[in-house]
């Protein structure tokens, strides 16, 4: 059984820093890309930023220069650094994960139940 866990959520004021983290955990043989993905009340989710295994970063342009990513592979943990915020940034903030639960398995997309930034101007 695959868990993620997102924590590092919260209110923070315009022009702020949080940093979210989710840790992945179980039967575990291999985890490709992670990545974190948003959706704000009446919108659809959405891609923000993710990581592959080997360390090559995607990001939306909405977030560019602002945001960074990165993983701990050591530990399945992958990172996101959220400076300069803007109260177009509150969304509830999902990680996710494309995971092999073993060699013979296909990966699979694995998700967390979310946390909420919210951003006051």
């Known amino acids: 059984q695959v868990q993620l866990v997102e924590s590092g959520g919260g209110l923070v004021q315009a022009g702020g820093s949080l940093r979210l983290d989710c840790a992945a955990s179980?039967?575990?043989?291999?985890?490709?890309?992670m990545g974190w993905y948003r959706q704000a009340p009446g919108k659809q989710r959405e891609l923000v930023a993710s990581?592959?295994?080997?360390?090559?970063?995607n990001f939306a342009d909405s977030v560019k220069g602002r945001f960074t990513i990165s993983r701990d592979n050591a530990k399945s943990t992958v990172y996101l650094q959220m400076n300069s915020l803007k109260p177009e940034d509150t969304a509830v903030y999902y990680c996710?994960?494309?995971?092999?639960?073993?060699?013979?398995?296909?990966?699979?997309?694995?998700w967390g139940k979310g946390t909420l930034v919210t951003v006051s101007s």
């Open positions: 179980g039967s575990i043989f291999r985890i490709n890309t």
């Open positions: 990581i592959t295994s080997g360390g090559s970063t």
């Open positions: 996710n994960a494309n995971i092999r639960v073993a060699l013979a398995m296909p990966a699979v997309d694995y």
